[in-house]
């Protein structure tokens, strides 16, 4: 049980572009969702949280705008990230906890995202 | 700088030897949980601690919590070339609304 995907696993895209990240909990109900980011040999570092049905809440130095998060069921979060730059290369990774103090969080297998 | 902080940063065994893990940590926390990262991959987790909890177990894995000095130990017993990646703690800091604060991670290598 306790299964996260993430869609997709690997994309290379166009500077300027913009891409869509998905994250879904296949057997729970996911209240809340965290997005993270990790650089090559790094830890990971939170983005965002996003809670079903209400704005996301952005760690410092990040910006709302650039990486727009969805939560609008309680399985599915989206991440995307607009006008892509080869700076935003990363993994991305997402996490889901059943509840709103949700202990133990179940994370996604990662995004690759290359941006040329 | 980061919450949890790991040492060594890197770790070389051989097949059947224990790991252990250190991490430490600077505020107070509800909880401690390590994870397991292979290369390129999410997250697996592995075992969580409570804040008033100061040993668990699960199959080879055993967590030691000390509050006192801010610190958590994960000891792999037996190792296996299959429990090469690497392993991060993370703490859910009090007040912090479930949060998780990763340290910078353990690159374990276990040589068959």
């Known amino acids: 049980g306790a299964v996260v995907s993430q869609h997709p696993s690997r994309v290379i895209c166009k500077s300027g572009t913009s891409v869509k990240i998905e994250c879904r909990s296949l057997d729970f109900q996911a209240t809340t969702m965290f997005w993270y980011r990790q650089f090559p040999k790094k830890s990971l570092m939170l983005m965002a949280t996003s809670n079903e049905g209400s704005k996301a809440t952005y760690e410092q130095g990040v910006e709302k705008d650039k990486f727009l998060i969805n939560h609008a069921s309680l399985t599915l979060s989206t991440l995307t990230v607009t006008s892509a730059h080869p700076e935003d290369s990363s993994f991305y990774i997402c996490?889901?906890?059943?509840?709103?103090?949700?202990?133990?969080?179940?994370f996604g297998p990662g995004t690759r995202l290359l941006v040329l | 700088s980061q919450q949890g902080e790991e040492d060594p940063q890197a770790l070389s065994i051989q097949e059947g030897e224990n790991a252990t893990m250190n991490c430490s940590y600077k505020?107070?926390?509800?909880?401690l949980q390590w994870y397991r990262q292979n290369s390129g991959r999410g997250l697996v987790h592995l075992i969580l601690?409570?804040?008033?909890?100061r040993e668990k177990h699960s199959g080879r894995l055993r967590v030691t919590l000390d509050t006192s000095k801010k610190s958590s130990s994960l000891l792999i017993t037996a190792s296996r070339a299959a429990d090469t990646a690497s392993y991060f703690c993370?703490?859910?800091?009090?007040?912090?609304?479930?949060?998780?604060?990763f340290g910078k991670g353990i690159t374990l290598s276990v040589r068959p």
């Open positions: 505020t107070s926390i509800n909880n």
């Open positions: 993370a703490t859910d800091v009090a007040g912090a609304n479930s949060k998780l604060t």
């Open positions: 601690i409570r804040s008033n909890e």
């Open positions: 996490s889901a906890s059943p509840g709103l103090w949700g202990e133990t969080q179940y």
